[in-house]
Each structure stands twice: as C-alpha cells, then as structure tokens.
C-alpha cells in the first residue's frame, strides 16, 4: 500500500474529529477518560495532534463514543461521493506496530456499509477491549498470508483465501506469527 496522505494531516483530521466528538457530548477531557480508559493527558496530547494515536487507543475511544473507528475517524459528510478513487481513499497506519488500514468505501450517512483494507505486519497483536457496537457484523476475507482472529471467545485462525464472518461482542484481537504479515478485506455492516 502506498501513503496517499500524510501521517500528520491525518492526525490533526484524526485530532479534530475527537474533540468535536467530545464537544457534542459535552464531555469534559476528564469524562472522556474515565469512559474510555486512556488517560486525560493522552486525550489532550491527540486532540492537539502532539501524538498519534494507535490502534489500540482508537478503539477504546470508538467504544466510548459507541462507533467503529472509521465512523469516528470520517468527517461529517452531507451526501457521498460513489466513486472514490484509489488516491483519495484515506489511509492511517500505527507504525509503532506495524498495521496500516486504508478505508476503501469510507462510512457514509445514507450507507450502512463499509470496506477496509488492512495490513498487519509479522509478529504483531492489536487488541480491542471492547466492540464499538454490539453485533457490529464483520466479513473479513484474508487475500494474503495468516491471521488469528479472536472474537467472542473464539479463536480462529485464517490462511490466504479464508473468509470469517462474525459479529462483534466484547473484546477482540488480530495477531500475526512471527514468519508471516496479513494484508485482508473487512466488509462492515
């Protein structure tokens, strides 16, 4: 995948985005981290742009605010564009791990589905510990080398080709052998 925007344009959208969420709700720094678990100076420290966040902490706050990441990371749109070309599609990486996501058919208010493309690096673990919305339906197809999924308890381990439709309850993890990266597919409905 190459990077169509910069790291740090899409942290101040990420960082914008966060305390406009915030502010609609009326939440303090103070609230926003007792719902979300990340502490109050990292909240600040993003909502500033001074940090990236990283996929474990984009999680917890899509929880907080009850919405999957790309909701919380899309900016308010009137209508949606139903092409969106290659170049245009946004893409947020969390390099201290390794795992980039572009939004292939970003969230629209007058669509309910989404498409996401992920690449994981080898040897790497991204825990959610909770689900921005109970029963949130996930249809990820692996195009390319080996992912473990755990979600609701179970764990299931995907090859090339593989395809793991479920809906989201609790916490969940993605994690990669030390040998072998994942690049899939999440279709959200």
């Not at 201290?96 to 572009?102: L, T």
């Not at 996401?116 to 339906?137: F, H, K, Q, S, V």
């Not at 992912?147 to 809906?167: A, I």
């Amino acid at each position: 995948m190459e990077v169509v925007t910069s790291d740090r344009s899409i942290d101040h959208l990420i960082a914008q985005r966060l305390k406009a969420l915030r502010n609609e709700r009326g939440w303090s720094l103070d609230e926003l981290a007792s719902r979300s678990g990340v502490s109050r100076a990292t909240l600040s420290r993003l909502e500033n742009s001074d940090v990236s966040p990283t996929a474990s902490v984009l999680g917890k706050l899509a929880a907080a605010f009850g919405m999957t990441i790309s909701r919380l990371m899309q900016l308010v749109e009137e209508r949606f564009a139903p092409l969106i070309p290659r170049e245009r599609q946004l893409l947020w990486s969390d390099p201290a791990i390794g795992f980039r996501r572009r939004s292939v058919s970003p969230p629209a208010q007058s669509l309910a589905g989404e498409v996401l493309e992920c690449e994981i690096d080898p040897d790497t673990r991204i825990d959610y510990d909770a689900t921005p919305r109970e029963g949130l339906e996930h249809h990820l197809f692996l195009v390319d080398g080996r992912l473990e999924v755990t979600v609701g308890g179970n764990t299931h381990h995907l090859n090339s080709g593989d395809c793991l439709r479920y809906q989201l309850a609790g916490a969940s993890r993605f994690s990669t052998p030390s040998d072998c990266g994942a690049h899939y597919f999440i279709f959200l409905v």
